[in-house]
């Protein structure tokens, strides 16, 4: 018997962000129809994480693959997603649950972010066009730096007047400082990317303060349901299931 991808996402309040969620792991499913795919949250939203792997358990299988829906190794996937995880094996010991990487760094969030970005109309040889790459932000310096990495690497393959990461909280630069950081390089027009799964609060603070220090910025979608992204998915389930003890007959 296959072990069920359960894949985790943070959670929000904002009825958007889950909808957005199960749309990408249906572009999942249809990628892999032989998988049982099923999606938890860690907050905010259902099905919880636990709940979701007990009815795993319930359902006869004897392990299951978490595969969290993080764009790096902050907080939530160095503490919130092993704690659900180990509250469910003290609760059924013969029950395995192997929790996969996040999914960045990858060149897959890269491109989605990117194609993104580019169907709002971003132009790579635009020389007057400055790029804010906007993330969650996070206390986790690392977190953070995969961003700046991403920013990085666009502006080495585009013509723009520059490319600044930006953040909604916990970390700086804020979205006004890299409009005027963009600026200063020689940027007369404004583009928003978007280093975020689904929209929320923070994707809209990131919006609004956009709008409200740059005159009609394009302003790029989440990467939400694009191919790369449920293709990454499935990698990291894929590279876990090979590299743990399950003895399934996983058809990778």
């Keep these: 018997m296959t072990a069920p991808l359960v894949a985790v996402a943070h959670g929000s309040r904002d009825p958007r962000s889950a909808a957005t969620i199960h749309a990408l792991l249906d572009v999942v499913r249809a990628a892999r129809p032989d998988l049982d795919v099923r999606v938890a949250f860690l907050d905010l939203s259902a099905p919880r994480v ?10 006869g299988h004897s392990a299951a693959v978490v595969v969290p829906l993080l764009l790096g190794r902050a907080f939530h996937a160095r503490v919130d997603v092993p704690a659900a995880v180990a509250d469910v094996e003290r609760r059924y010991p013969r029950f395995r649950v192997h929790v996969s990487d996040v999914l960045g760094p990858d060149p897959r969030l890269d491109g989605a972010a990117w194609r993104r970005l580019l169907d709002e109309g ?6 007057e066009l400055g790029v804010v790459l906007a993330g969650a932000g996070s206390s986790h310096a690392a977190a953070n730096r995969l961003v700046a990495d991403v920013a990085d690497r666009w502006q080495a393959k585009a013509a723009w007047a520059g490319v ?5 909280a916990a970390a700086e630069p804020d979205v006004p400082a890299a409009i005027e950081a963009l600026r200063a390089r020689g940027a007369r027009r404004f583009a928003v990317a978007s280093w975020f799964l689904a929209p929320g609060l923070l994707p809209d603070r990131i919006i609004g303060l956009a709008r409200e220090h740059a005159t009609d910025p394009l302003i790029a979608a989440p990467m939400a349901d694009d191919e790369g992204v449920a ?3 499935v990698h990291r389930y894929a590279e876990t299931l090979t590299a743990a ?7 990778l």
């Design 50 to 59: 636990g709940d979701v792997l007990s009815a795993v358990h319930g359902d």
């Design 122 to 127: 971003a132009d790579p040889d635009d020389p």
């Design 164 to 168: 600044v990461p930006a953040f909604a």
């Design 231 to 233: 293709d990454l998915i």
């Design 245 to 251: 003890p399950l003895q399934l007959s996983a058809a």
